[in-house]
């Protein structure tokens, strides 16, 4: 595709604008939010698990998600099509605790996964698309301050969406009874569907390519991608810390709602000041991307997000530090797609990306599910309650993270600049 000045404007306002709605949406209807409506219905450790990994479980899937457009249905029709199903799935969540419709809150609970899986694999499929169409229409030497930009809308979106729901759920918490205030939870989930369902609305404001099916793709070309020594070591670090965030991602999720009893306002609250962060920093992490490559901006962001969990070991106050030392999640993020398809021609970033994410998703949801016996091994059931107990939980996440830095480090020299 050959870009014109204003086609790259199109397509940088439009994807801008979808970034920021989607966010939104993200941010009304997080994970944070469904554990939370899933723990009030009675879930335990092993069933927040479940609404850990299972999407990323069910999302090795999307490596079929570039054969969709050999339909012949575009870019754009195959993306909005895929992000409005995954809206339609959102809206499905509030049935899933209307009392009397199952037989039991372990069925209300198997239909909350079940929904929330349905809901990410429509979004997985949606998302590799759109990545790989914008990398049509964006120039290779001005991708990082592309999706520096694009991540500074999507953290304002989601900057307002935890602080919506945040607010919104502590108000209509003291409103219930506390076996009622499961309530508040799939309310918050309708609203993050509906600006979702809205957020499909810039995409059409965005140049479709003239070329639109990639060449046909099978698993062995895409594992090919990978067989360079720049991408073998950054596939093992994508799976090392996709690996290390499964194996310790059960007490994080459960350690702000047992271990500090602490309504859904501050996980939410430091969640939307992580997303402020994250939004002033990401336009100067493009930029430094343009100019220096990726390798050692990612390697940067590795180690100060790593750092996080350990700063849970002091109570509220280390909660609220951990979760701003994942501002650093902006380097990661930026650099991410970038990296993965450093080396490939436009047409042909759909594999690659749908393999990568695939790949990586399958490895997080895999440790996830061993995650509460990690859990179990560290902290006992009867102990959750006591902050202290968590402490070398979150020392040992924290090295096993710090770690990943590992492969990025072992990266040639004179492959690691971006294209």
């Not at 500090?260 to 939004?279: K, T, Y």
């Not at 990586?360 to 859990?375: N, Q, Y």
Request: a positive charge.
């Amino acid at each position: 595709m050959n870009q014109t000045s204003a086609d790259i404007e199109a397509t940088s306002r439009g994807a801008n604008r979808n970034g920021g709605l989607w966010a939104l949406g993200n941010g009304l209807a997080s994970t944070t939010l469904v554990s939370y409506f899933a723990q009030s219905l009675g879930a335990q450790s092993a069933s927040v698990s479940w609404i850990i990994a299972a999407p990323k479980l069910v999302g090795v899937l999307r490596w079929f998600a570039p054969n969709l457009l050999q339909l012949g249905f575009g870019y754009r029709k195959t993306s909005t099509a895929a992000f409005l199903l995954s809206t339609f799935f959102l809206l499905l969540l509030p049935l899933c605790a209307v009392p009397n419709l199952w037989p039991s809150a372990t069925a209300a609970i198997c239909a909350i996964v079940a929904c929330w899986c349905l809901y990410h694999l429509a979004e997985y499929f949606g998302h590799v698309i759109f990545i790989a169409w914008l990398m049509q229409g964006i120039p290779p030497s001005i991708r990082g301050r592309f999706f520096g930009h694009r991540e500074r809308w999507q953290t304002a979106g989601n900057l307002i969406g935890y602080l919506f729901a945040g607010t919104l759920g502590a108000i209509l918490r003291n409103a219930f009874e506390v076996d009622m205030r499961w309530i508040t939870y799939p309310f918050l989930a309708v609203y993050g569907a509906i600006a979702i369902g809205v957020s499909v609305i810039p995409l059409w404001s965005i140049p479709e390519p003239k070329t639109v099916a990639p060449p046909t793709h099978s698993l062995w070309d895409d594992w090919q991608h990978w067989s360079g020594p720049r991408a073998r070591w950054f596939l093992l670090y994508g799976t090392w810390f996709s690996a290390a965030n499964g194996l310790f991602s059960t007490l994080l999720s459960i350690y702000p709602y047992r271990g500090l009893e602490v309504s859904l306002l501050i996980p939410l609250g430091v969640a939307a000041a992580m997303r402020l962060g994250q939004s002033l920093i990401s336009r100067r992490v493009g930029s430094t991307i343009d100019r220096v490559g990726w390798q050692w901006v990612m390697i940067t962001g590795q180690v100060i997000t790593a750092l996080g969990p350990v700063m849970f070991c002091f109570g509220t106050p280390g909660y609220i530090a951990g979760n701003l030392a994942w501002i650093a999640y902006a380097l990661i993020n930026v650099a991410l797609p970038i990296a993965v398809v450093d080396g490939r021609s436009d047409r042909s970033a759909a594999p690659p990306l749908a393999l990568y994410f695939a790949w990586t998703g399958l490895v997080f949801a895999a440790t996830a599910l061993m995650g509460p016996l990690v859990a179990d091994w560290f902290v006992a059931t009867a102990d959750r309650s006591d902050p202290h107990a968590y402490n070398w939980y979150f020392i040992v996440a924290t090295l096993v993270r710090l770690t990943a830095i590992i492969p990025l480090l072992m990266l040639p020299a004179e492959t690691t600049r971006s294209k």
